[in-house]
């Protein structure tokens, strides 16, 4: 985001400063107005529940106690779902009756352009048949699921917006999960295809919203459940054509639809599991770490180094004082790390937190075999959510493994990454670290 909303642009509009009350108003109409349509699917009802919340915060601003951002967003979220659950209840029946007013464009905006009938009605199935799903939970299950995995927050985060604890938060959130893996199995979906069909929620109410790239991506993390099958195996024959459609208009990469061989799904799905990803690998605001800040080699055999590309190729033993930061940032070569074997690398700035993943590592080899934390560069650590693993087939191949510091309550500022094996696995002892990314405050 241009103007990423800080605590002291709140303090500001707080104090009366008309400047930063516009930017405060705005960031929250665009945030809610999302928020809002992905709850009701309603267009005309998010426009004017948004302008009454937007309303509210203005009025209330200076009486607010504000300790953080993540305070100010927890409110705004509160009084816009008490608008959404006040109309609800004002509605009663009567909405199950009425067909939402959706804005046809905003959703137009993500299909392909193309005047072919065949591909007007394949859009709409689609549309109705994720649509569908998501409009036949309760809203409180709706809402959970938007805001665990389209804003992204913790648990603690959610708890304080509905009240109640965090035991509590993770309950509903299970729940909703299974509400909504019942309504797609009744449209033809099978059990496993919950982080798809979320994903391509997202893409189609995205609308024409500015977002980071990251932002739209429903990552695997957010479920707590690995992605089992791959996409081409998510779907039965009567909904294969309509998701086909579906991931098209959610951004996803989609070859046209022909009958292609168990084995070529397989490969394109891999090839297409982490697209999301690699472009943020070059993002200006991702960098490259600066600096090794140590090493660590229980066993005093060294490093194992391999090259990518040829792996079988001759290998070499780096001793830990031969490891450098030019091997850590090498495109196609690293290290090997076996079980307690680990690299910490340093940033030119703090790990800052924001829209989306804020720590990417391009590694191969199965995803349990690694963990990773933050560092303050000078002994704490703080240990971030384990990866977890996509399912057969997918452990042998690179991974881009994606982290974000949202919701955490960091002792200290980051300022680098440690890489850990988990585990000796396989003919190099462990995974295989390539490279490195951060999002960095400058």
């Not at 074997?341 to 075999?369: K, S, T």
């Amino acid at each position: 985001m241009a103007n990423e909303l800080t605590i002291q642009m709140i303090r500001r509009a707080q104090a009366g400063d008309k400047q930063s009350l516009s930017v405060v108003a705005e960031q929250v109409r665009r945030k809610v107005h999302l928020y809002i349509y992905r709850l009701t699917l309603d267009y005309h009802l998010t426009q004017d529940l948004t302008q009454e919340t937007a309303l509210q915060m203005i009025k209330s601003l200076k009486q607010l106690e504000v300790p953080h951002v993540n305070g100010f967003w927890g409110w705004v979220h509160r009084t816009a779902l008490g608008k959404v659950q006040h109309d609800f209840r004002r509605q009663g029946a009567k909405r199950l009756m009425k067909t939402p007013s959706s804005d046809s464009s905003a959703l137009e905006s993500h299909a392909a352009d193309s005047g072919d009938a065949m591909d007007v009605v394949m859009r709409e199935e689609a549309r109705n048949a994720v649509q569908g799903a998501m409009k036949a939970i309760e809203l409180k299950y709706r809402n959970i699921l938007v805001l665990r995995c389209f804003d992204n927050l913790s648990y603690s985060q959610i708890a304080g917006i509905l009240g109640g604890s965090e035991l509590r938060a993770r309950l509903l959130f299970f729940r909703a999960k299974r509400s909504l893996k019942g309504q797609l199995e009744r449209r033809g979906f099978k059990r496993d295809s919950l982080l798809a069909a979320l994903t391509m929620y997202a893409g189609l109410t995205a609308g024409t919203t500015e977002k980071a790239a990251a932002g739209e991506v429903v990552l695997a993390s957010s479920l707590e459940t690995g992605l089992g099958l791959g996409l081409a195996g998510l779907l039965t024959a009567r909904t294969a054509i309509a998701a086909a459609c579906v991931l098209a208009v959610a951004g996803l990469a989609v070859s046209k639809i022909r009958p292609e061989s168990p084995e070529a799904a397989r490969d394109r799905y891999y090839s297409q599991l982490y697209t999301h990803l690699y472009p943020l690998l070059n993002h200006e605001a991702f960098a490259a770490p600066s600096h090794l800040i140590d090493a660590n080699d229980p066993d005093r055999d060294g490093f194992l180094v391999v090259e990518q590309t040829s792996p079988e190729s001759q290998r070499q033993r780096l001793q830990t004082g031969q490891v450098t930061i030019d091997l850590a940032n090498q495109p196609s070569m690293g290290p090997a790390l076996p079980k307690d074997h680990w690299i910490e690398l340093g940033f030119d700035g703090p790990i800052r937190d924001g829209a989306g993943p804020d720590v990417l590592l391009r590694v191969q080899g199965c995803r349990g075999l690694v963990r990773v934390l933050v560092t303050d560069g000078a002994g704490a650590v703080h240990e971030l959510r384990r990866p977890l693993c996509l399912g057969k087939g997918v452990c042998r191949r690179e991974h881009v493994l994606d982290f974000d510091l949202h919701g955490l309550d960091l002792p200290f500022e980051p300022r680098g990454v440690r890489v850990l094996g988990a585990f000796d696995w396989g003919p190099y002892g462990g995974v295989r670290f390539y490279s490195m990314r951060a999002r960095i405050g400058r």
